[in-house]
């Protein structure tokens, strides 16, 4: 219990403050500039990549299937996260409505808990890639691929329903200030005037099956893999086979490291001044840098983008 801080009596509070760097105003600016210009490559980048994927016919693989939802999912993390930010740090109120904040951490856990299932799908797709190719057309089919981007959304949702469902019930204490960018539930819960135990322990059982099932699946792949590859005589060959895995482990890492910092330790002992710049950087930086990483390296999505202002530069007439 927090005997410091004073409880409501049952009313919901109207609004939260989001600090962001209000302590540092010589930050607002040039963080501002930032997340401006990184907002639109990232929405330019995502949507290009999206169209590609489901335009070009030689983009029709599972492993571009994939990669178009992992480009929407960053699409909707930017969205869900970045106009906000930027309302705020450029007028003199830092607010957004309590009901703005449950709709941002609910859709925020969502999409984050679905891009573990998704980079981990994506990780089994090149798993049978190389290590059986022969069989690859029968066993990465159509369906299979939409059963799994199916679980990858609905397992999120559910994750994210049940951390709603128990973070609204708490009650709130004193001032609703929040030293964060965008509302997060570790930064929530730490408002709580009241045992946050369950909500602690619920938390940390359910981002840690999200986080380290899905990661061990994805290592145990890349193991797989990594052994197959090493057998190949030819050194082109190995290079081509490492090539073709290198974009997403470059993703995975820049995905997981951030989120198992955040989220693999209880929120009685989140720190909400180093949490807010990682989770800057994963709501904003990586869903930026991942199209970049997919293009700059893999010549397939490279030709289709090409293809794909070639075909909207005749449609302009130009």
Known sequence: MKSDNQSFSGDLPQAFILLGVSDRPWLELP?????????VLAMLGNVAIILASRLDPQLHSPMYVFLSHLS??????????????LVNMGSSRKTISYGGCTVQYAVFHWLGCTECVVLAAMAL???VAIC???RYAVLMHRALCQQLVALAWLSGFGNSLVQVALTVRLPLCGRQVLNNF??????????????????????A???AFFVLVPLALILLSYGFIARTVLRIQSSKGRHKAFGTCS?????????????????????????????KFISLFYSIITPTLNPFIYTLRNREVKGALRRLLARLWSLCGW
């Open 31 to 39: 963080l501002f500039v930032v997340l401006l210009l990184s907002y």
């Open 72 to 85: 929407f999912l960053d699409l909707c993390y930017t969205t869900t996260t970045v106009p906000q930010m």
């Open 125 to 127: 797709d090149r798993y």
């Open 132 to 134: 059986e190719p022969l």
């Open 182 to 203: 965008f509302c997060e539930v570790p930064a929530v819960i730490k408002l709580s005037c009241a045992d946050t135990t369950v909500n602690d322990a619920t938390l």
């Open 205 to 207: 059982v359910l981002v």
């Open 247 to 275: 974009s997403h482990l470059m993703v995975v890492s820049l995905f997981y490291l951030p989120a198992i910092y955040m989220y693999l330790q209880p929120p009685s002992s989140y720190s909400q001044e180093q949490g």
